[in-house]
């Protein structure tokens, strides 16, 4: 079984300040870690993922998530938010076994917003 | 590149109507298809998947159905909507070890 945690409903920053949004998971097996975006009456789109190297992950517009296997953690961050990046963030887990037919576990997702 | 599309993009329908809602991918074989429903903006609930022309696999008991009569094609049913059906709809795609790609959604109002 899969499962993935958002302890936060809502992340509130400035504007210049650095940012971070928390998962947690529970899989199985090894996992493949993924964090996506979605903006008001939109698909999600893919920031970033995790599958195998190095911990330290970087994706789009400037984000950047560390797996951490101890932890069991995959925590978003940014260096400097912007007001741009106010959206729904969506973390997801996926067990690496060929029989889960590529099923993602989504989180509830974590609002952030970046004030001015 | 790939592309994945979904129509309408917005639905008003009363209560006892049917439902078709669809999704094509383009520029990719073979995918496993999902189909999830988001009530206010907030978690996925996974409804069905696919990872094969007519291989149809439901994650929860309810009053809609799945389709994928093409390879990358996938079609969202309902006989008689209820009030509960009412959400925003996303079809995605993936590949092996790939993330999921996701279309723009529908918005379905049952009235």
Not at chain 1, 13 to 19: D, F, I, M, S, Y
Not at chain 2, 12 to 39: D, F
């Given at each position: 079984?899969?499962?993935?945690?958002?302890?936060?409903?809502?992340?509130?920053?400035?504007?210049?300040?650095?940012?971070?949004?928390?998962?947690?998971?529970?899989?199985?097996?090894?996992?493949?870690?993924?964090?996506?975006?979605?903006?008001?009456?939109?698909?999600?789109?893919?920031?970033?993922?995790?599958?195998?190297?190095?911990?330290?992950?970087?994706?789009?517009?400037?984000?950047?998530?560390?797996?951490?296997?101890s932890q069991t953690s995959f925590h978003l961050k940014k260096p400097s938010a912007l007001v741009s990046d106010s959206a729904l963030?969506?973390?997801?887990?996926?067990?690496?076994?060929?029989?889960?037919?590529?099923?993602?576990?989504?989180?509830?997702?974590?609002?952030?917003?970046?004030?001015? | 590149?790939?592309?994945?599309?979904?129509?309408?993009?917005?639905?008003?329908?009363?209560?006892?109507?049917?439902?078709?809602?669809?999704?094509?991918?383009?520029?990719?074989?073979?995918?496993?298809?999902?189909?999830?429903?988001?009530?206010?903006?907030?978690?996925?609930?996974?409804?069905?998947?696919?990872?094969?022309?007519?291989?149809?696999?439901?994650?929860?008991?309810?009053?809609?159905?799945?389709?994928?009569?093409?390879?990358?094609?996938?079609?969202?049913?309902?006989?008689?909507?209820?009030?509960?059906?009412?959400?925003?709809?996303?079809?995605?795609?993936?590949?092996?070890?790939?993330?999921?790609?996701?279309?723009?959604?529908?918005?379905?109002?049952?009235?």
């Open positions: 079984a899969q499962s993935v945690a958002q302890p936060e409903d809502q992340v509130n920053v400035a504007e210049g300040n650095p940012l971070t949004v928390k998962c947690t998971y529970s899989v199985s097996g090894n996992p493949y870690l993924f964090w996506y975006v979605q903006y008001p009456n939109r698909g999600l789109q893919f920031l970033l993922k995790y599958i195998t190297g190095d911990n330290l992950v970087k994706g789009s517009y400037g984000f950047e998530a560390e797996f951490n296997k963030y969506f973390c997801a887990v996926r067990d690496v076994i060929p029989t889960n037919a590529g099923k993602s576990t989504f989180g509830d997702g974590t609002t952030l917003t970046v004030k001015p | 590149s790939q592309t994945i599309h979904q129509w309408p993009a917005t639905l008003v329908q009363p209560v006892g109507s049917p439902l078709s809602l669809e999704c094509t991918v383009e520029g990719t074989s073979n995918p496993n298809l999902y189909w999830y429903r988001q009530a206010a903006g907030r978690g996925l609930q996974l409804l069905f998947y696919s990872v094969g022309i007519g291989q149809i696999s439901s994650e929860v008991p309810q009053n809609l159905s799945a389709s994928r009569p093409q390879d990358r094609q996938f079609i969202l049913s309902s006989k008689k909507l209820l009030l509960s059906d009412s959400g925003f709809y996303l079809c995605a795609w993936t590949l092996a070890r790939r993330e999921q790609f996701f279309g723009p959604g529908t918005r379905l109002t049952v009235l």
